[in-house]
């Protein structure tokens, strides 16, 4: 993320990106608590979930 969106390599501070995770699924997600559109990959990071809402 570091890199993509803000063009810096990365600094060690995980806590920022959490934040904005955050801060994106209060807006994009009906229930934020339970995401579905942006998802925890543990170990890895996040993924986006393009395919949600289309079953």
Not at 30 to 49: E, M, R, S
Request: proline letters at 5%.
């Amino acid at each position: 993320m570091y890199d993509v969106v803000w063009k810096e390599p990365y600094s060690g501070d995980y806590n920022i990106v959490m934040s904005h995770i955050r801060h994106i699924r209060e807006k994009i997600e009906d229930d934020p608590a339970h995401p579905v559109y942006i998802q925890t990959v543990w170990g890895v990071g996040y993924k986006f979930n393009g395919r949600a809402g289309s079953e």
